[in-house]
Protein backbone atom coordinates (compact mmCIF):
# COMPACT_ATOMS: atom_id res chain seq x y z
CA UNK A 1 0.00 0.00 0.00
CA UNK A 2 1.41 3.52 -1.09
CA UNK A 3 1.98 5.84 1.69
CA UNK A 4 -0.23 8.89 1.75
CA UNK A 5 -0.31 12.16 2.84
CA UNK A 6 -1.39 12.62 6.36
CA UNK A 7 -2.60 16.47 7.32
CA UNK A 8 -3.48 17.92 10.38
CA UNK A 9 -5.89 20.13 12.34
CA UNK A 10 -5.23 23.43 13.55
CA UNK A 11 -6.29 24.16 17.20
CA UNK A 12 -4.86 27.35 19.12
CA UNK A 13 -2.30 27.63 16.85
CA UNK A 14 -0.36 23.78 17.14
CA UNK A 15 -0.99 21.27 14.35
CA UNK A 16 -2.39 18.12 16.11
CA UNK A 17 -4.27 15.03 15.11
CA UNK A 18 -6.81 15.85 18.04
CA UNK A 19 -8.01 13.46 20.40
CA UNK A 20 -9.06 9.93 18.79
CA UNK A 21 -7.23 8.26 16.44
CA UNK A 22 -9.51 7.45 13.47
CA UNK A 23 -8.83 9.05 10.35
CA UNK A 24 -11.01 10.43 7.13
CA UNK A 25 -9.72 9.20 4.22
CA UNK A 26 -9.75 11.89 1.11
CA UNK A 27 -10.43 9.99 -1.92
CA UNK A 28 -9.42 10.96 -5.59
CA UNK A 29 -12.53 11.19 -7.70
CA UNK A 30 -10.83 10.39 -10.94
CA UNK A 31 -8.48 7.63 -9.60
CA UNK A 32 -10.89 6.05 -6.96
CA UNK A 33 -7.66 5.79 -4.98
CA UNK A 34 -7.00 7.57 -1.06
CA UNK A 35 -4.84 10.51 -1.70
CA UNK A 36 -4.53 11.49 1.74
CA UNK A 37 -6.04 11.49 5.02
CA UNK A 38 -7.09 14.11 7.77
CA UNK A 39 -7.99 13.67 11.38
CA UNK A 40 -11.67 12.45 12.32
CA UNK A 41 -12.09 15.51 14.75
CA UNK A 42 -14.01 14.93 18.00
CA UNK A 43 -16.69 17.08 20.07
CA UNK A 44 -13.78 18.14 22.27
CA UNK A 45 -11.59 18.93 19.69
CA UNK A 46 -14.04 21.38 18.37
CA UNK A 47 -14.41 22.88 22.32
CA UNK A 48 -11.06 23.01 22.23
CA UNK A 49 -11.03 25.31 19.09
CA UNK A 50 -13.57 27.11 19.95
CA UNK A 51 -11.73 27.81 23.56
CA UNK A 52 -9.01 28.93 21.62
CA UNK A 53 -11.01 31.19 19.37
CA UNK A 54 -12.92 32.98 22.18
CA UNK A 55 -9.50 33.68 23.56
CA UNK A 56 -7.92 35.02 20.77
CA UNK A 57 -10.63 36.74 19.49
CA UNK A 58 -10.46 39.42 22.19
CA UNK A 59 -6.73 40.53 20.72
CA UNK A 60 -7.88 40.44 17.50
CA UNK A 61 -10.90 42.43 17.91
CA UNK A 62 -8.42 45.76 19.30
CA UNK A 63 -5.68 45.08 16.57
CA UNK A 64 -6.87 47.94 13.90
CA UNK A 65 -8.45 46.87 10.65
CA UNK A 66 -6.17 48.34 8.75
CA UNK A 67 -3.74 46.02 10.11
CA UNK A 68 -5.67 42.76 10.07
CA UNK A 69 -6.22 44.41 6.48
CA UNK A 70 -2.57 44.13 5.30
CA UNK A 71 -2.74 39.88 6.64
CA UNK A 72 -5.64 39.73 4.48
CA UNK A 73 -3.47 40.65 1.86
CA UNK A 74 -0.48 38.83 2.72
CA UNK A 75 -2.88 35.75 1.84
CA UNK A 76 -3.89 36.93 -0.92
CA UNK A 77 -0.24 37.26 -2.18
CA UNK A 78 0.33 33.94 -0.89
CA UNK A 79 -2.49 31.94 -2.87
CA UNK A 80 -1.51 33.65 -6.06
CA UNK A 81 1.97 32.23 -5.67
CA UNK A 82 0.80 28.86 -5.12
CA UNK A 83 -1.73 28.75 -7.37
CA UNK A 84 -0.96 26.25 -9.90
CA UNK A 85 -0.29 23.92 -6.51
CA UNK A 86 -4.11 25.00 -5.00
CA UNK A 87 -5.41 24.10 -7.95
CA UNK A 88 -3.85 20.75 -8.58
CA UNK A 89 -4.52 19.67 -4.48
CA UNK A 90 -8.40 21.02 -5.67
CA UNK A 91 -8.42 18.90 -9.24
CA UNK A 92 -7.39 15.72 -6.67
CA UNK A 93 -9.71 15.64 -4.28
CA UNK A 94 -12.60 17.36 -6.28
CA UNK A 95 -12.52 16.54 -9.67
CA UNK A 96 -13.15 20.03 -11.63
CA UNK A 97 -11.01 20.37 -14.26
CA UNK A 98 -7.60 22.09 -13.28
CA UNK A 99 -9.28 25.12 -15.68
CA UNK A 100 -12.24 25.61 -13.27
CA UNK A 101 -9.84 24.84 -9.88
CA UNK A 102 -7.13 27.75 -10.94
CA UNK A 103 -10.24 30.04 -11.75
CA UNK A 104 -11.36 29.03 -8.26
CA UNK A 105 -8.16 29.62 -6.27
CA UNK A 106 -7.79 33.16 -8.34
CA UNK A 107 -11.91 33.96 -6.88
CA UNK A 108 -10.07 32.74 -3.45
CA UNK A 109 -7.07 35.39 -3.47
CA UNK A 110 -9.78 37.80 -4.63
CA UNK A 111 -12.37 37.44 -1.70
CA UNK A 112 -9.18 38.27 0.61
CA UNK A 113 -7.77 41.27 -1.33
CA UNK A 114 -12.02 42.24 -1.57
CA UNK A 115 -12.68 42.18 2.01
CA UNK A 116 -9.56 43.88 2.71
CA UNK A 117 -10.70 46.74 1.64
CA UNK A 118 -13.25 46.83 3.97
CA UNK A 119 -10.98 48.07 6.62
CA UNK A 120 -11.92 51.56 6.91
CA UNK A 121 -15.15 51.50 5.62
CA UNK A 122 -16.79 49.37 8.67
CA UNK A 123 -19.27 51.97 9.46
CA UNK A 124 -21.34 53.02 12.10
CA UNK A 125 -23.74 56.00 12.57
CA UNK A 126 -24.20 59.28 14.72
CA UNK A 127 -27.05 60.66 15.16
CA UNK A 128 -28.65 63.54 17.15
CA UNK A 129 -30.75 63.19 20.18
CA UNK A 130 -33.52 63.48 21.37
CA UNK A 131 -32.60 65.84 24.26
CA UNK A 132 -29.78 68.67 24.49
CA UNK A 133 -26.22 67.85 25.34
CA UNK A 134 -26.35 64.17 23.67
CA UNK A 135 -25.08 62.34 21.12
CA UNK A 136 -26.39 59.28 19.97
CA UNK A 137 -23.64 56.41 17.96
CA UNK A 138 -24.67 53.07 16.27
CA UNK A 139 -21.88 50.90 15.99
CA UNK A 140 -20.85 47.60 14.55
CA UNK A 141 -18.80 45.65 16.86
CA UNK A 142 -17.06 41.93 16.06
CA UNK A 143 -19.54 39.48 17.37
CA UNK A 144 -16.84 37.07 18.93
CA UNK A 145 -16.27 33.23 17.31
CA UNK A 146 -17.53 32.39 13.69
CA UNK A 147 -17.81 29.13 12.88
CA UNK A 148 -17.51 28.49 9.56
CA UNK A 149 -18.90 25.06 7.75
CA UNK A 150 -18.38 24.50 3.92
CA UNK A 151 -19.13 22.16 1.53
CA UNK A 152 -16.89 20.23 -1.25
CA UNK A 153 -18.25 21.79 -4.12
CA UNK A 154 -16.23 24.82 -4.39
CA UNK A 155 -13.77 23.68 -1.56
CA UNK A 156 -11.13 26.84 -1.68
CA UNK A 157 -13.76 29.55 -2.68
CA UNK A 158 -16.59 29.20 0.09
CA UNK A 159 -13.53 28.59 2.79
CA UNK A 160 -12.21 32.00 1.45
CA UNK A 161 -15.96 33.46 1.38
CA UNK A 162 -15.87 33.12 5.33
CA UNK A 163 -12.49 33.73 6.79
CA UNK A 164 -12.06 37.25 4.63
CA UNK A 165 -14.90 38.76 6.15
CA UNK A 166 -14.95 37.27 9.07
CA UNK A 167 -11.07 38.37 9.85
CA UNK A 168 -11.50 41.51 8.64
CA UNK A 169 -14.38 42.15 11.13
CA UNK A 170 -12.42 41.53 14.03
CA UNK A 171 -13.93 37.59 14.54
CA UNK A 172 -12.29 34.64 15.54
CA UNK A 173 -12.66 31.56 13.29
CA UNK A 174 -13.44 27.39 13.30
CA UNK A 175 -13.38 26.07 10.33
CA UNK A 176 -14.67 22.89 9.53
CA UNK A 177 -14.54 21.42 5.86
CA UNK A 178 -16.32 19.03 4.39
CA UNK A 179 -15.37 15.56 4.45
CA UNK A 180 -15.07 15.38 1.00
CA UNK A 181 -13.05 17.72 -0.06
CA UNK A 182 -10.72 18.80 3.08
CA UNK A 183 -7.26 19.16 1.65
CA UNK A 184 -8.20 22.65 -0.25
CA UNK A 185 -9.44 23.84 3.82
CA UNK A 186 -5.82 22.91 4.94
CA UNK A 187 -3.64 24.15 2.48
CA UNK A 188 -5.37 27.61 3.24
CA UNK A 189 -5.21 27.55 6.69
CA UNK A 190 -1.75 26.94 6.08
CA UNK A 191 -1.18 29.72 4.10
CA UNK A 192 -3.49 31.99 6.84
CA UNK A 193 -0.86 30.86 9.55
CA UNK A 194 2.17 31.70 7.10
CA UNK A 195 0.81 35.18 6.48
CA UNK A 196 0.56 36.01 10.72
CA UNK A 197 -2.80 35.66 11.71
CA UNK A 198 -2.17 35.05 15.69
CA UNK A 199 -2.69 32.01 17.35
CA UNK A 200 -6.18 30.98 17.82
CA UNK A 201 -7.41 33.01 15.18
CA UNK A 202 -8.34 31.00 12.91
CA UNK A 203 -8.78 27.54 13.81
CA UNK A 204 -9.58 24.03 11.72
CA UNK A 205 -11.14 21.09 12.89
CA UNK A 206 -12.00 18.31 10.19
CA UNK A 207 -14.54 15.63 10.68
CA UNK A 208 -17.97 14.73 10.81
CA UNK A 209 -21.19 17.63 10.57
CA UNK A 210 -22.98 14.97 12.95
CA UNK A 211 -20.31 15.60 15.50
CA UNK A 212 -17.72 18.57 14.86
CA UNK A 213 -20.30 20.54 12.89
CA UNK A 214 -22.94 19.93 15.32
CA UNK A 215 -20.95 21.13 18.51
CA UNK A 216 -20.01 23.93 16.80
CA UNK A 217 -23.16 25.03 15.89
CA UNK A 218 -24.93 24.56 19.60
CA UNK A 219 -21.75 25.65 21.61
CA UNK A 220 -22.25 28.99 23.43
CA UNK A 221 -19.11 30.15 22.57
CA UNK A 222 -20.30 30.39 18.98
CA UNK A 223 -21.58 33.54 17.79
CA UNK A 224 -22.26 33.42 14.36
CA UNK A 225 -22.45 29.92 12.14
CA UNK A 226 -22.09 31.03 8.26
CA UNK A 227 -22.55 27.96 6.72
CA UNK A 228 -22.85 26.56 2.99
CA UNK A 229 -24.48 23.63 2.09
CA UNK A 230 -27.73 21.41 2.01
CA UNK A 231 -31.00 23.02 2.66
CA UNK A 232 -31.34 19.62 4.79
CA UNK A 233 -28.08 20.49 6.91
CA UNK A 234 -28.80 24.02 7.23
CA UNK A 235 -32.09 22.95 8.88
CA UNK A 236 -30.51 20.80 11.44
CA UNK A 237 -28.41 23.48 12.08
CA UNK A 238 -30.69 26.16 12.87
CA UNK A 239 -32.44 24.39 15.16
CA UNK A 240 -29.38 23.71 17.24
CA UNK A 241 -28.21 26.79 17.10
CA UNK A 242 -31.51 28.14 19.23
CA UNK A 243 -29.46 26.56 21.69
CA UNK A 244 -27.51 29.98 22.19
CA UNK A 245 -29.71 31.98 19.34
CA UNK A 246 -26.48 31.66 16.95
CA UNK A 247 -26.83 34.12 14.59
CA UNK A 248 -26.88 32.52 10.96
CA UNK A 249 -25.28 32.77 7.80
CA UNK A 250 -27.39 30.16 6.08
CA UNK A 251 -26.61 29.38 1.67
CA UNK A 252 -28.36 26.59 0.57
CA UNK A 253 -29.30 24.51 -2.25
CA UNK A 254 -30.56 25.70 -5.50
CA UNK A 255 -33.06 24.91 -8.34
CA UNK A 256 -32.03 27.59 -10.85
CA UNK A 257 -34.90 28.12 -14.04
CA UNK A 258 -33.50 29.45 -16.85
CA UNK A 259 -35.69 30.85 -18.95
CA UNK A 260 -35.05 31.24 -23.25
CA UNK A 261 -37.57 33.40 -24.78
CA UNK A 262 -38.06 33.45 -29.07
CA UNK A 263 -36.48 37.09 -29.09
CA UNK A 264 -32.90 36.08 -27.35
CA UNK A 265 -29.48 35.80 -28.93
CA UNK A 266 -30.27 32.43 -29.43
CA UNK A 267 -26.60 31.08 -30.38
CA UNK A 268 -25.18 33.33 -27.61
CA UNK A 269 -28.51 31.40 -24.68
CA UNK A 270 -27.40 28.52 -25.79
CA UNK A 271 -23.59 28.53 -25.45
CA UNK A 272 -24.44 29.57 -21.56
CA UNK A 273 -27.24 27.60 -21.45
CA UNK A 274 -24.85 24.61 -21.75
CA UNK A 275 -21.80 25.99 -19.66
CA UNK A 276 -24.18 26.94 -16.86
CA UNK A 277 -25.73 23.15 -16.81
CA UNK A 278 -22.36 21.46 -16.54
CA UNK A 279 -20.19 23.82 -15.12
CA UNK A 280 -18.00 21.47 -12.24
CA UNK A 281 -19.78 18.77 -13.70
CA UNK A 282 -23.61 20.42 -12.97
CA UNK A 283 -22.34 20.48 -8.97
CA UNK A 284 -22.91 24.20 -7.99
CA UNK A 285 -25.63 25.87 -6.21
CA UNK A 286 -26.70 28.25 -9.33
CA UNK A 287 -26.00 25.71 -11.79
CA UNK A 288 -28.85 25.81 -14.19
CA UNK A 289 -31.55 22.79 -13.24
CA UNK A 290 -34.43 23.62 -15.13
CA UNK A 291 -35.03 24.77 -18.52
CA UNK A 292 -37.82 26.51 -19.43
CA UNK A 293 -38.03 27.45 -23.29
CA UNK A 294 -40.66 29.03 -25.46
CA UNK A 295 -42.43 26.61 -27.42
CA UNK A 296 -41.74 28.79 -30.66
CA UNK A 297 -38.19 28.07 -30.58
CA UNK A 298 -38.16 25.24 -28.65
CA UNK A 299 -37.15 22.32 -30.91
CA UNK A 300 -34.66 24.09 -32.93
CA UNK A 301 -33.12 24.90 -29.55
CA UNK A 302 -33.35 21.70 -28.16
CA UNK A 303 -31.98 19.96 -31.01
CA UNK A 304 -28.52 22.01 -30.85
CA UNK A 305 -28.21 22.03 -26.94
CA UNK A 306 -28.11 18.43 -27.57
CA UNK A 307 -25.65 18.02 -29.80
CA UNK A 308 -23.68 20.73 -27.92
CA UNK A 309 -23.91 18.55 -24.94
CA UNK A 310 -23.13 15.82 -26.55
CA UNK A 311 -19.57 17.08 -27.90
CA UNK A 312 -18.04 17.92 -24.67
CA UNK A 313 -15.48 15.64 -23.22
CA UNK A 314 -15.85 13.56 -20.36
CA UNK A 315 -12.51 12.62 -18.95
CA UNK A 316 -9.15 13.15 -16.67
CA UNK A 317 -9.65 16.92 -14.72
CA UNK A 318 -5.99 17.64 -15.36
CA UNK A 319 -5.80 17.27 -19.21
CA UNK A 320 -6.38 20.36 -21.29
CA UNK A 321 -8.95 18.91 -23.38
CA UNK A 322 -11.41 17.96 -20.73
CA UNK A 323 -14.85 19.87 -19.79
CA UNK A 324 -16.01 17.63 -17.87
CA UNK A 325 -13.82 15.44 -14.91
CA UNK A 326 -16.21 12.79 -12.43
CA UNK A 327 -18.54 13.67 -9.98
CA UNK A 328 -17.13 14.25 -6.68
CA UNK A 329 -18.38 11.07 -4.99
CA UNK A 330 -19.96 7.41 -5.97
CA UNK A 331 -22.82 8.56 -3.82
CA UNK A 332 -23.51 11.96 -5.45
CA UNK A 333 -23.37 10.02 -8.93
CA UNK A 334 -25.53 7.52 -7.63
CA UNK A 335 -28.51 10.69 -6.67
CA UNK A 336 -27.97 11.76 -10.25
CA UNK A 337 -28.53 8.45 -11.57
CA UNK A 338 -31.77 8.07 -9.01
CA UNK A 339 -33.05 11.48 -10.85
CA UNK A 340 -32.71 9.38 -14.46
CA UNK A 341 -34.30 6.39 -13.31
CA UNK A 342 -37.20 8.61 -12.09
CA UNK A 343 -37.74 10.04 -15.14
CA UNK A 344 -37.77 7.03 -16.77
CA UNK A 345 -40.21 5.67 -14.65
CA UNK A 346 -42.39 8.25 -15.15
CA UNK A 347 -42.20 7.82 -18.67
CA UNK A 348 -40.10 10.87 -19.60
CA UNK A 349 -37.97 11.26 -22.71
CA UNK A 350 -34.54 10.81 -22.12
CA UNK A 351 -32.86 12.22 -25.24
CA UNK A 352 -29.06 12.32 -24.19
CA UNK A 353 -28.33 9.55 -21.74
CA UNK A 354 -24.41 10.89 -20.64
CA UNK A 355 -23.93 7.18 -19.12
CA UNK A 356 -20.57 6.25 -17.02
CA UNK A 357 -18.02 6.97 -19.45
CA UNK A 358 -15.48 4.60 -21.18
CA UNK A 359 -13.02 4.82 -18.56
CA UNK A 360 -12.57 2.33 -16.28
CA UNK A 361 -12.39 4.65 -13.51
CA UNK A 362 -13.96 7.29 -11.72
CA UNK A 363 -17.17 8.39 -10.81
CA UNK A 364 -18.01 10.22 -14.13
CA UNK A 365 -21.37 10.82 -15.58
CA UNK A 366 -22.19 12.40 -18.94
CA UNK A 367 -24.94 15.38 -20.03
CA UNK A 368 -28.04 14.08 -19.71
CA UNK A 369 -31.20 15.62 -21.18
CA UNK A 370 -34.66 14.80 -20.23
CA UNK A 371 -38.21 16.41 -22.02
CA UNK A 372 -41.67 15.83 -21.33
CA UNK A 373 -41.27 16.38 -17.38
CA UNK A 374 -44.11 17.91 -15.36
CA UNK A 375 -43.81 20.65 -13.34
CA UNK A 376 -44.83 18.99 -10.47
CA UNK A 377 -41.93 15.69 -10.82
CA UNK A 378 -39.09 15.67 -8.29
CA UNK A 379 -36.85 16.72 -11.33
CA UNK A 380 -38.09 20.12 -11.85
CA UNK A 381 -38.76 20.56 -8.09
CA UNK A 382 -35.63 19.09 -6.38
CA UNK A 383 -32.15 19.82 -6.24
CA UNK A 384 -30.15 17.07 -8.71
CA UNK A 385 -26.68 18.86 -7.88
CA UNK A 386 -25.31 16.70 -11.32
CA UNK A 387 -25.32 17.11 -15.42
CA UNK A 388 -28.84 16.00 -15.85
CA UNK A 389 -31.28 18.81 -17.22
CA UNK A 390 -35.18 18.81 -17.90
CA UNK A 391 -36.26 21.09 -20.24
CA UNK A 392 -39.98 22.09 -20.35
CA UNK A 393 -41.95 24.53 -22.70
CA UNK A 394 -43.80 27.63 -22.30
CA UNK A 395 -46.12 29.18 -23.94
CA UNK A 396 -46.33 33.35 -22.12
CA UNK A 397 -43.46 34.84 -20.76
CA UNK A 398 -45.28 35.59 -17.90
CA UNK A 399 -46.40 31.65 -17.38
CA UNK A 400 -42.30 30.87 -17.61
CA UNK A 401 -42.53 33.18 -14.65
CA UNK A 402 -44.70 31.57 -12.65
CA UNK A 403 -43.55 28.19 -13.57
CA UNK A 404 -39.53 29.29 -11.95
CA UNK A 405 -41.54 30.44 -8.54
CA UNK A 406 -43.38 27.52 -8.46
CA UNK A 407 -40.36 26.04 -6.78
CA UNK A 408 -39.02 25.94 -2.80
CA UNK A 409 -35.83 27.09 -3.67
CA UNK A 410 -34.54 30.34 -4.58
CA UNK A 411 -31.48 30.82 -5.39
CA UNK A 412 -30.13 31.88 -8.81
CA UNK A 413 -32.35 32.21 -11.89
CA UNK A 414 -31.71 32.95 -15.82
CA UNK A 415 -33.43 35.09 -18.23
CA UNK A 416 -32.34 35.22 -21.65
CA UNK A 417 -34.66 37.93 -24.04
CA UNK A 418 -33.91 41.24 -25.67
CA UNK A 419 -37.32 42.65 -24.90
CA UNK A 420 -36.95 45.60 -21.88
CA UNK A 421 -40.64 44.84 -20.35
CA UNK A 422 -39.51 40.78 -20.08
CA UNK A 423 -36.38 41.96 -18.75
CA UNK A 424 -38.32 44.05 -15.94
CA UNK A 425 -40.71 41.25 -15.45
CA UNK A 426 -37.85 39.33 -14.51
CA UNK A 427 -36.29 41.39 -11.90
CA UNK A 428 -39.14 42.40 -10.02
CA UNK A 429 -41.48 39.50 -10.19
CA UNK A 430 -38.57 36.32 -10.14
CA UNK A 431 -38.43 35.67 -6.56
CA UNK A 432 -34.93 34.46 -6.57
CA UNK A 433 -31.74 35.85 -4.85
CA UNK A 434 -30.04 36.12 -7.94
CA UNK A 435 -31.37 37.17 -11.93
CA UNK A 436 -28.73 36.84 -14.56
CA UNK A 437 -30.16 38.29 -17.45
CA UNK A 438 -28.55 37.50 -20.82
CA UNK A 439 -25.28 36.50 -18.90
CA UNK A 440 -24.41 33.52 -16.36
CA UNK A 441 -22.57 33.64 -13.12
CA UNK A 442 -20.24 32.96 -11.31
CA UNK A 443 -21.66 35.63 -9.02
CA UNK A 444 -18.96 38.39 -8.14
CA UNK A 445 -17.80 39.36 -4.82
CA UNK A 446 -19.72 43.00 -4.66
CA UNK A 447 -23.31 41.36 -5.53
CA UNK A 448 -25.13 39.96 -2.57
CA UNK A 449 -25.08 36.37 -2.67
CA UNK A 450 -28.65 34.88 -1.10
CA UNK A 451 -31.45 33.30 -1.52
CA UNK A 452 -35.26 33.07 -1.20
CA UNK A 453 -37.33 30.62 0.86
CA UNK A 454 -35.69 27.30 1.45
CA UNK A 455 -32.40 28.57 -0.57
CA UNK A 456 -30.77 30.34 3.01
CA UNK A 457 -30.71 33.18 5.43
CA UNK A 458 -28.29 35.82 5.20
CA UNK A 459 -26.00 36.53 2.24
CA UNK A 460 -22.41 36.11 1.41
CA UNK A 461 -20.50 38.73 -0.52
CA UNK A 462 -20.97 42.79 -0.60
CA UNK A 463 -21.34 45.13 1.82
CA UNK A 464 -24.36 43.02 2.96
CA UNK A 465 -22.73 40.09 3.60
CA UNK A 466 -20.28 41.35 5.44
CA UNK A 467 -22.28 43.41 7.88
CA UNK A 468 -23.68 40.32 8.89
CA UNK A 469 -20.12 39.51 10.60
CA UNK A 470 -20.97 42.51 12.89
CA UNK A 471 -23.25 43.30 15.94
CA UNK A 472 -24.68 46.51 16.09
CA UNK A 473 -24.17 48.62 19.36
CA UNK A 474 -25.53 52.11 20.25
CA UNK A 475 -24.56 54.22 22.73
CA UNK A 476 -26.06 57.09 24.29
CA UNK A 477 -23.79 59.65 25.33
CA UNK A 478 -24.78 63.02 27.54
CA UNK A 479 -22.40 65.64 27.67
CA UNK A 480 -23.86 68.07 29.40
CA UNK A 481 -22.18 70.03 32.17
CA UNK A 482 -25.20 69.67 34.23
CA UNK A 483 -27.25 66.87 32.99
CA UNK A 484 -31.01 66.64 33.70
CA UNK A 485 -34.01 65.03 32.58
CA UNK A 486 -37.71 66.02 33.00
CA UNK A 487 -38.47 62.56 34.01
CA UNK A 488 -36.30 61.44 36.55
CA UNK A 489 -37.70 60.36 40.40
CA UNK A 490 -39.27 61.75 42.00
CA UNK A 491 -42.41 62.84 39.59
CA UNK A 492 -43.86 65.58 41.52
P1 LIG B 1 -23.91 19.19 3.08
O1 LIG B 1 -25.08 19.90 3.64
O2 LIG B 1 -23.93 17.72 3.07
O3 LIG B 1 -22.59 19.60 3.91
C1 LIG B 1 -22.14 20.93 4.01
C2 LIG B 1 -21.32 21.07 5.28
O4 LIG B 1 -22.20 20.99 6.41
C3 LIG B 1 -20.29 19.96 5.47
O5 LIG B 1 -19.12 20.49 6.03
C4 LIG B 1 -20.99 19.02 6.44
O6 LIG B 1 -20.11 18.22 7.18
C5 LIG B 1 -21.72 20.02 7.33
N1 LIG B 1 -22.89 19.46 8.04
C6 LIG B 1 -23.76 18.52 7.60
N2 LIG B 1 -24.68 18.27 8.55
C7 LIG B 1 -24.40 19.08 9.61
C8 LIG B 1 -24.99 19.28 10.88
N3 LIG B 1 -26.08 18.60 11.28
N4 LIG B 1 -24.43 20.18 11.72
C9 LIG B 1 -23.35 20.88 11.33
N5 LIG B 1 -22.72 20.71 10.15
C10 LIG B 1 -23.24 19.83 9.28
O7 LIG B 1 -23.66 19.82 1.63
P2 LIG B 1 -22.61 19.33 0.53
O8 LIG B 1 -23.11 18.06 -0.04
O9 LIG B 1 -21.23 19.41 1.07
O10 LIG B 1 -22.76 20.51 -0.55
C11 LIG B 1 -23.71 20.51 -1.55
C12 LIG B 1 -24.85 21.42 -1.20
O11 LIG B 1 -24.35 22.73 -0.94
C13 LIG B 1 -25.86 21.60 -2.32
O12 LIG B 1 -27.16 21.56 -1.80
C14 LIG B 1 -25.56 22.99 -2.85
O13 LIG B 1 -26.63 23.63 -3.49
C15 LIG B 1 -25.14 23.69 -1.62
N6 LIG B 1 -24.33 24.88 -1.92
C16 LIG B 1 -24.91 26.09 -1.76
C17 LIG B 1 -24.20 27.24 -2.08
C18 LIG B 1 -24.81 28.59 -1.89
O14 LIG B 1 -24.08 29.58 -1.94
N7 LIG B 1 -26.10 28.70 -1.68
C19 LIG B 1 -22.90 27.14 -2.56
C20 LIG B 1 -22.34 25.87 -2.71
C21 LIG B 1 -23.08 24.74 -2.38
Known amino acids: MSIVRQEMMLVDGEWTSGGRDEKIEVVNPTSEEVIATVPRGTREDARRALEAAVIAQRKWEETPPIKRASILA ?61 TIMILRLPIGVVAAITPWNFP ?39 AGVPRGVVNLVTGDGSEVGDELCG ?27 GKLILELGGKAPFIVWRDADIEWALKCAVWARYWNCGQTCISSERMYLDSSIKTKFLAKFVQ ?12 KMTDLGPMVSKKERSTSER ?80 DNVNVMKAVQRI ?28 AEGSRHGLELYTQLKTCYIDWNDSPSLPYLFPYH
Open 339 to 418: FIDLAEREGSKIILHGGRSHLKKGWFLGPTVIEGVSQGSPLVQKEIFGPVVPVLEVETFDQAIDMANDCEYGLASYVFTK
Open 431 to 458: KFGETYVNQVGPEQLQGAHTGFRMSGLG
Open 308 to 319: MSKALRTGDPTS
Open 219 to 245: NKSTGLITMTGSTEAGQKIMQRASNQL
Open 74 to 134: KVAQLIREKREELARVLTSEQGKPLFEARLEVDGSAAHFDYFAEFARRIEGDVLPSDNPGQ
Open 156 to 194: SAMVARKLAPALITGNSVVLKPSSNTPLSAVELVKIVDQ
